[in-house]
Every structure is written in C-alpha cells, then in structure tokens.
C-alpha cells in the first residue's frame, strides 16, 4: 500500500488575507464584517481604506481553533494531531489502493462531532452510500455531493456550513471558467487553488 497525505501550503490572494476572529483597533482600516463558519465567527479581509494589505498584529488574532482529531489514531499522526481548519490536504497513492474508502472512514468519524460534506465525482451518491454500509459507517452528520462541477464545491465550502469537506477526486472536477476537460493540468491547478483559497476563507478543513 502506498498511500501519502501532503499538508499543501496557503495561497493568499494578493488583496486578502483570511483569519480566524480578528479584532481591530485601527480606525484607518476597512474591516467588513464578521461571518460565522464551521467554528465560529471569522473576518473575510483585512485591508486598509486605499487597498493595500494590512499587517496583523499576532496578539490581536483571538479564538484560533486547534486540530480536530480523526477518530483514527493513524490518520492523527500523519496529519500531526488531527485536521487543521482552514487546511487543504492532498491523499495520494496508486489506483484501488483504498484512498476513497480512507476518506470515507475519516469522514464518518469526523462526522460524529462536525458537519461533513463527502463530494463524489466518481461515483454517485448511491454507490457512496452501498460502500458507507458494508464499512458499517452511520453519522447522521454526513452529506454526500455528486458532481463534477467544481463551483458547487466552491459554493459549499465558501458557505462555512461543514467542519471537513472531502473532494473525491480532483481529477474529475471542472471549472465552468476554463474550457480545459477534467484532469488535465490547467483544470487542477485551477481548481486545487480555488478549493484553496474557499477553505481558508471559510475555515474549513479540506482533503482532496
């Protein structure tokens, strides 16, 4: 078995910069405000008034969530102690090695404490379903996407409404912005910083 899960450094658009319950004090900044996501309040952006970034003071960042456990003790030690929110996860290994029935345990683990999103493009949400009931998976909290329409993804992460989102797999997702087909370099690289950018936003934790 070859499995990996690869932590994927952040990729901060150059006119944002997303934390996690930030508070301001400086009267010449442009703070919007607060929305609330999986865990709790978070501020989108900060920027001042003319549009450059605003530098954060680290005392001032408050209420930073800490690592959610898997409910696998393995799967905690690769990812050092549990699932970041905010972070973006790559699980890789050869085909049938067993990545999608991995995920779905991680995902119904997590779903026992958290909202999960299990979004499919390669199976529909009823064979997900066959595969949850010969791995005995029951949580209540889990929803299962079928698309390749990588917006719908975009859309469910960026709403802040799940603590985990697992894409299964990337190579079969499409943004409707490029004309490229599903898989081909542009698409994923594409997508993966999209998919990036809605998880840090919305501090949602994110395994593709």
Known sequence: MNTEITNLEPQVAEEEI????????DADSDTPPATTGAEGPIVMRVRKRDGTLQPVDVNKIVNVALACSTGL???????????????????????????????????????????????????????????????????????????????????????????????????????????AAPGTPSQITSVANQIMTAAKTSHTAVII
């Open 18 to 25: 997303s934390i996690s319950s930030l508070i301001m004090d």
């Open 73 to 179: 003790k393995e799967v905690d030690l690769v990812f050092g102690s549990g699932l970041v929110p905010g972070s973006l996860s790559l699980l890789s290994g050869d085909p049938g090695v067993g990545k999608s029935t991995l995920v779905l345990q991680i995902a119904a683990a997590v779903a026992q404490s958290k909202a999960v999103l299990y979004a499919t493009g390669e199976e529909s949400a009823r064979q997900v379903k066959l595969r949850a009931d010969r791995l005995g998976v029951n949580a209540a909290a889990l929803d299962i996407l079928a698309t390749t329409t990588a917006d719908d993804i975009f859309q469910e992460i960026s709403a802040g409404k799940y603590g985990l989102v697992i894409v299964d797999s990337i190579q079969t997702m499409a943004s409707a912005n490029l004309p």
